[in-house]
């Protein structure tokens, strides 16, 4: 939806006419469509079914992770002595 314009350099116009500037004159439907275009939406995030789902694979996956580093710290505190659990050698 290209709309082309034409600047003819010798036609200059005074602007829009009286009747055009009271046509867009409109005081509730510029704040209407402000309001429409610039507001969110009122409806909580756990009723949006896009938004309640990926919150709830954010949690999911932010669980997982949580799980996989303890399964992995703990697994990692009985393989690996510590230096101070050695007994030496020479006694």
Known sequence: M???YQIAPGI???GPSDE???RYRD???LFYN???AVLRPKVPIYKDPKAFL???LIVLLAYFIAEVVD???GSMDHTVPSALDRS???E
């Open 2 to 4: 290209k709309r082309r």
């Open 12 to 14: 200059r116009s005074d």
């Open 20 to 22: 055009e500037i009271a």
């Open 27 to 29: 005081p509730k439907k």
């Open 34 to 36: 402000y309001h429409k």
């Open 54 to 56: 990926v919150l709830l």
């Open 71 to 73: 399964k992995d710290q």
């Open 88 to 90: 030496p050698e020479g």
